[in-house]
């Protein structure tokens, strides 16, 4: 048999494998993905790394840190959103506007979790970098808005409905890409299209229980710790910062809490009582599925606006504690949920379980993006504005 030619040699000869030209592109969307599912301070570049199929060295070429990292996959979103309303064009229907930001969102949804930590992890250049983007994408869907329905608080209804849109990122429930598009979309054009609340049946007034007075030592670290969450971010407090706060040497405080995840766990926990003892008031006098989730929406617009350092943390901490700890508080957020499915579902049967799910999380994230909106300034007023577009996002 004759020997083979070189070309021959050449082409049944693997070589070395070639670096693929979309490789940063591909390692920001995992980045994306597990900072969502892990949180920003427990996600480590080797993670990231392993979900690219990259060493840890490879990764270091193309970002010098996981900050570096994080503020990419903070961008990589909203600039998407950004380009794919510059492709509709000026003076195009509402429809057409929050048809685009849906499609973004619910394609990018495992990573658009990364929200959760931005305000708290980019430093102050990125923060009003990225709000800057954030302003012209909610400009752009306020301009819509306002021509289709003039009425007040066109802004605050822009920023609801986006905020309807953007609540798929910070779930995990398993629904088809199409279905949640049309959920979400159907969802936003009604926040959008929200009328006053006063012309809306209104809740009866929502009394939560208040946060517990501190009595303890122990209560005393838990009160002083929430607020330092909630500005820096759980990663960047300190002992020492906590210790502090309450007048003890960071080493006293080992003798009421082994560590600083006790304490994230502990104020995560007291969140999800506080608003459990609120639902219960609230269902207590209900007359039917309507009028239900009509006192559901306004009890969590009330804790949101009374408890909201305490809600930020609860929501944007979780996915930072370790499984033992969160276990108690993902069966307690569970059964929150199965409260609001059940009377949505009543009050509309055409929905299907999951369905429902995703409607109560576009609640949520009305109430979210109203209230940083409205920067968390409490009244009784904005509380039944809010209340009147979360209802208005579930379709009732």
């Not at 970098?129 to 954030?134: D, E, H, I, T």
Request: glycine content about 8%.
């Amino acid at each position: 048999m004759a020997p083979a030619s070189p070309s021959a040699r050449s082409a049944a000869t693997p070589g070395p494998a070639t670096r693929p030209r979309n490789r940063r592109q591909l390692i920001v969307d995992a980045a994306g993905r597990v900072f969502s599912e892990r949180g920003y301070h427990t996600a480590s570049m080797e993670e990231v790394a392993a979900a690219v199929g990259i060493t840890a060295a490879a990764l270091y070429r193309h970002f010098p840190n996981k900050y570096a990292l994080f503020a990419e996959c903070a961008d990589v979103m909203v600039d998407g959103l950004v380009a794919a309303l510059d492709e509709v064009p000026a003076g195009a229907a509402l429809t057409d506007v929050l048809t685009a930001v849906t499609r973004i969102t619910v394609a990018h949804r495992a990573s658009g979790g990364v929200y959760r930590w931005e305000a708290r992890y980019l430093g102050r250049e990125d923060r009003r970098r990225l709000a800057a983007k954030f302003g012209r994408l909610v400009g752009r869907v306020d301009e819509a808005v306002q021509r289709e329905h003039p009425l007040p608080d066109g802004r605050l209804r822009a920023t609801a409905a986006l905020g309807a849109i953007g609540s798929v990122t910070m779930h995990r429930t398993s629904i088809a890409g199409r279905r949640a598009e049309e959920l979400l979309l159907a969802s936003a054009l009604r926040v959008a299209a929200s009328g006053p609340a006063a012309d809306r049946p209104g809740a009866r007034p929502v009394e939560l229980p208040a946060r517990p007075v501190p009595r303890t030592r122990r209560e005393e670290i838990l009160a002083a710790s929430v607020p330092l969450f909630a500005r820096n971010g759980f990663a960047s407090v300190t002992n020492e910062q906590i210790a502090e706060a309450v007048g003890l040497t960071p080493s006293a405080l080992y003798r009421h809490y082994p560590g600083k995840t006790d304490i994230l766990a502990a104020a995560c926990l007291q969140a999800a009582g506080l608003l459990a003892q609120g639902v219960e008031r609230s269902l207590r006098e209900v007359t039917g599925p309507h009028d239900a989730v009509v006192a559901l929406a306004a009890t969590y617009v009330a804790y949101s606006f009374e408890h909201t350092a305490l809600n930020s943390v609860a929501e944007a901490e979780l996915a930072g504690l370790p499984a033992g700890p969160r276990r108690p508080v993902v069966l307690a957020q569970r059964k929150h949920i199965a409260v609001w499915e059940r009377q949505l579902r009543l009050a509309r049967p055409e929905l299907d379980p999951r369905q429902a799910r995703v409607l109560v999380h576009a609640g949520f994230g009305v109430v979210v993006e109203a209230g940083r909106r409205l920067r968390w300034r409490d009244s009784p007023d904005r509380r039944e504005t809010v209340t009147a577009l979360v209802v208005a996002a579930l379709g009732l």
